[in-house]
């Protein structure tokens, strides 16, 4: 494996990555580019899509890729919560109790139809997503860095699903909907997946990786953007504020603080990966639905009229606007540096 520096060229590295993942994974392109945001910003991806889209395959894939290990945990409703998380275990020989880790002790774990579990095992997963730790009889244990939790929810089949607890919703930072390939790339997959098989390659290492998440905490966002951001949130809990009155009846509950503080991490992640150390108006509006669709309570209004968050989330960003020069006000602070000097 070639070692490459991921604080020299940060983009290359993680272009290699993506090739390297898409020797297996064919297209899903957006759906590939957001896992690897929400890595870089040390998030958790929830994704909804029917199955065989290639979910499982792809981060089992990033995870050969980069050298880390990989849990994948089947979600049903017979499932307690030490099935994930780890219980203690009474050895006969020796006469004392020992710790049986579960299977969330992973660089990445996938949580494979999450909402099949009832909410005392979804809740399970609240401590290690947010603390990065779990607590067995009184006991802290942390859990391999980097941690990141995809979680997949099928939305064909009704019957025998629980809801997400709101709680553990506003925990992902983004939600993504996977969609079907297209004709072109659906033939590319069934000659890969009929074809021989291949090695891949790793091309980085975990510490590559915990090298890029600290380098995209210090990409630069203007403050320009943060506003954007908050404004943008606040309009999902009032949209009279920025004139649409017409959509608060539909929308019981917006976004929490989580929601720009998700906005802002994952725009630091997309620049990294397009090969900037600052962030763009256009990194931001890409990213908006992804982290806040999941965030919004629509009302019996909305659903009643076939309303989904995506189209509420469009009518927000048609009435607020991106700055378009976000990176001004740093550069008239460099100016009057040099000027001072």
């Given at each position: 494996m070639e070692?490459?520096?991921?604080?020299?060229?940060?983009?290359?590295?993680?272009?290699?990555?993506?090739?390297?993942?898409?020797?297996?994974?064919?297209?899903?392109?957006?759906?590939?580019?957001?896992?690897?945001?929400?890595?870089?910003?040390?998030?958790?991806?929830?994704?909804?899509?029917?199955?065989?889209?290639?979910?499982?395959?792809?981060?089992?894939?990033?995870?050969?890729?980069?050298?880390?290990?990989?849990?994948?945990?089947?979600?049903?409703?017979?499932?307690?919560?030490?099935d994930l998380i780890g219980t203690r275990i009474f050895n006969q020989k020796t006469g004392e109790f020992a710790t049986s880790l579960g299977p969330v002790f992973a660089n990445l774990l996938l949580a494979d139809e999450i909402n099949r579990a009832p909410a005392k095992v979804q809740s399970a997963l609240l401590e290690v997503m947010q603390e990065r730790q779990v607590t067995i009889a009184g006991e802290t244990h942390k859990v391999p860095l980097p941690f990141v939790v995809m979680a997949t929810q099928n939305p064909i089949e009704t019957e025998g699903t629980y809801p997400l607890p709101e709680a553990q919703v506003d925990r992902f930072m983004m939600k993504v909907v996977v969609e079907y390939p297209n004709a072109d790339e659906e033939f590319v997959i069934a000659q890969r997946v009929t074809g021989e098989r291949f090695e891949l390659s790793p091309v980085a290492t975990l510490e590559a990786l915990a090298g890029l998440q600290k380098m995209c905490r210090e990409v630069y966002v203007d403050p320009a953007l943060v506003r954007y951001a908050v404004n943008v949130v606040v309009a999902t809990r009032d949209p009279v504020i920025c004139g649409l009155s017409d959509i608060k009846k539909y929308i019981t509950f917006g976004a929490s603080p989580r929601g720009t503080i998700g906005l802002v991490e994952a725009s630091r992640a997309l620049a990294l990966m397009r090969g900037r150390r600052y962030v763009l108006s256009e990194d931001m509006v890409d990213l908006v639905f992804d982290v806040l669709r999941h965030r919004l309570v629509l009302s019996y209004d909305a659903i009643a009229e076939g309303l989904t968050a995506d189209q509420l989330l469009g009518k927000i960003l048609g009435k607020i606007s991106a700055p378009s020069k976000p990176m001004q006000s740093k550069q008239e602070e460099t100016e009057r540096i040099q000027r001072a000097a």
């Open positions: 070692s490459l520096n991921a604080y020299n060229d940060p983009a290359k590295l993680m272009e290699r990555v993506l090739f390297e993942v898409k020797r297996v994974v064919v297209g899903q392109d957006k759906f590939l580019e957001r896992v690897m945001v929400a890595l870089l910003a040390e998030g958790h991806l929830l994704v909804e899509g029917v199955p065989g889209l290639a979910k499982t395959l792809t981060v089992k894939t990033l995870a050969s890729v980069v050298q880390g290990s990989f849990k994948r945990i089947q979600f049903t409703p017979d499932l307690v919560p030490a």
